[in-house]
C-alpha cells in the first residue's frame, strides 16, 4: 500500500489541514473500509489529536499505476468522509470491473483532502491556471444541474480546458473553463 500527502508541504498558499501522522492515520482507516468491504476484519483506527473541519475528500486506488477506483466521501466529519469514500471506491466498477480482495494488498491509495471552497470567476486560460496551480488545488465545475470534481492530481490541459472521463452522466467529454 503506498502513500500520498494530502497536499504537498511547500504549498505556502494553504495552511496544512492535517499532520502527516494524521494522514497516514486516515490512509489505514481507508485501507480498513476496503478490507471489511471485502468481509476481511479491521480495525478502524482514528488520528489523534484534534481534525480540521473537513468534510470532503477522494479517495483514488490504482494497481501496478492503473486507475482501479475513484470515489469522493462527505460527512459530519472528516473520519465520516473517509469511510464514506473508502466503501464507494470498494464497488467503483468503472475502470477495468470492480476490485476484488485479491489485490487489496497490491493497491496505492491516494487520499486528497478538500480544505476549502472558493469561488473563481477567471475564464482566461493563462490567468486561470496560474490561479489553479496543477497539482495543489482541485476544481469543481458546475454547469447547470450537472457538475464534476476535479482533484488535484488532474491537470488543465495546455488549452485552458479540463478533460474528463465518466462525468456525472456517464460520458466523456471536455468541459471549457
Avoid at 495543489?136 to 485552458?160: I, M, W
Wanted: with cysteine; aromatic share 6%.
Amino acid at each position: 500500500m503506498g502513500y500520498t500527502p494530502a497536499m504537498r508541504s511547500d504549498d505556502s498558499r494553504r495552511d496544512a489541514a492535517l499532520t502527516l501522522s494524521q494522514a497516514t492515520v486516515l490512509l489505514h482507516r481507508a485501507y480498513a473500509q476496503l478490507l471489511r468491504a471485502f468481509g476481511h476484519e479491521a480495525a478502524l483506527v482514528t488520528p489523534d489529536g484534534p481534525l480540521a473541519e473537513v468534510r470532503a475528500v477522494n479517495l483514488t486506488l490504482r494497481r501496478r499505476g492503473v486507475l482501479r477506483a475513484s470515489m469522493s466521501g462527505a460527512g459530519p466529519s472528516i473520519l465520516d468522509a473517509v469511510d464514506e469514500a473508502a466503501r464507494r471506491a470498494a464497488s467503483d466498477a468503472r475502470y477495468g470491473g470492480g476490485l476484488c480482495a485479491a489485490e487489496l494488498h497490491q493497491l496505492d491509495l491516494e487520499l486528497w483532502v478538500n480544505v476549502g471552497v472558493e469561488d473563481v470567476t477567471e475564464r482566461e486560460p493563462k490567468r486561470l491556471a496560474r490561479l489553479l496551480p496543477c497539482g495543489v488545488v482541485g476544481v469543481e465545475l458546475k454547469v447547470g444541474d450537472k457538475s464534476a470534481y476535479f482533484k488535484p492530481s488532474v491537470a488543465l490541459t495546455s488549452d485552458g480546458r479540463f478533460a474528463a472521463a465518466g462525468l456525472v452522466d456517464g460520458q466523456t467529454g471536455v468541459w471549457s473553463t
